[in-house]
Each structure stands twice: as C-alpha cells, then as structure tokens.
C-alpha cells in the first residue's frame, strides 16, 4: 500500500518499474492525459514502510486469577488487543502460567480465530509461577527476535504480580526479579 507520491526528477529512469509509477498523481502534475509524460511530471508512489509487531501475550492464569474475575479481565483485554494486532498485520503469540508450569499456548500467530479459541479454553488453576513465566516469555521472544530481527517485540504480562512456585531455588521475588531484568 502507498500512502502517496513523490516527483522523479532526481531518480536514475532506467531503474523506474512501471507499477511503481503513480498514473492518478503524475496526469494531475501533467494537466493532460498524453502520453509520454516529461520528466517533471512524472510521479512515483511513495510506499509506507510500516514495522510490523510481535506480541506476546504472557497470562498469569493460577488460581487467585480466577478467585476475583481477573482472568475474565485479562481475557477480553487480550481479545481487544488481538482485534487492533489483526488490522495492523501484526503477529501475537501467548504464555500462560499457572499450575506449577509455564507454557507457550499460542505460537505467533495473525489469525485472530485461533486466538481467541485458546483464550476461551483458558481456566485459572493452581499455584503461579510467575518467574517460569517471564523466562519463557524471554526466550520466545528471543527466538523469535533471531527470525524477524524488523519487527518491533513487545511482551505484554497481565498478572497480580503475586508469585509462589518455581522450579529453581530461591526466593519468589528474588527469582521474579531476576527474569524480569532479563
């Protein structure tokens, strides 16, 4: 998609293609509908170089998610966010966390469907690990960074911010904090 033109003066004419030549824009600088245009008024598209972004959704879904409806929350927050994701092409991906483990549900993905078909299937159960959480979330998000080193990456983590469980030794908020800084 183009988002307008621009005059081709200064531009070698060898290395013109024709479907990158703007005819709406180069008859109006040229007041006639004659072929050949001159050099001055010819006019070439002008191409939007939009980034495209990955996101990666990362949801706390352990049981105190689901004590006060916060789960529900989180699920039509990401439900938005997939919605305005599909109109700008960019890619989700999500991370779910609770029940002593941490898992990639969703790899990135543009179809919105698919999405919200794992966001329904979503329930709040058992402790949170919040730390497995985040490094899984880094290390998708790292992967994916090597294959589309372009995109914009943005990790969107919906939680309490409460943690109880992990797999390595140590303090909660110790091991949290030192996940978050990676």
Do not use: C, W
């Not at 991370?95 to 898992?103: E, L, S, T």
């Amino acid at each position: 998609k183009h988002s307008g033109s621009f005059a081709a003066k200064n531009t070698d004419y060898k290395q013109i293609q024709a479907e990158n030549i703007d005819i709406p824009a180069t008859i109006r600088e040229s007041g006639n509908y004659i072929i050949p245009f001159t050099k001055d008024e010819l006019r070439l598209k002008k191409y939007n170089n939009k980034k495209h972004a990955a996101i990666l959704f990362v949801v706390d879904s352990s049981f105190s998610q689901g004590a006060k409806e916060r789960l529900s929350f989180a699920k039509g927050v990401v439900m938005a966010m997939l919605s305005k994701a599909y109109s700008d092409r960019d890619r989700v991906g999500m991370v779910v966390f609770g029940d002593k483990k941490a898992q990639q549900i969703l790899p990135f993905t543009k179809s919105v469907d698919f999405a919200a078909a794992k966001m329904t299937e979503l329930k709040a159960k058992g402790n949170t690990p919040l730390s497995m959480g985040i490094r899984l979330a880094v290390n998708t998000m790292e992967n994916d960074r090597r294959k589309y080193p372009e995109d914009m990456h943005i990790i969107v983590l919906l939680t309490d911010g409460k943690s109880n469980y992990d797999t390595l030794a140590g303090k909660n908020t110790k091991l949290v904090v030192n996940a978050a800084e990676q």
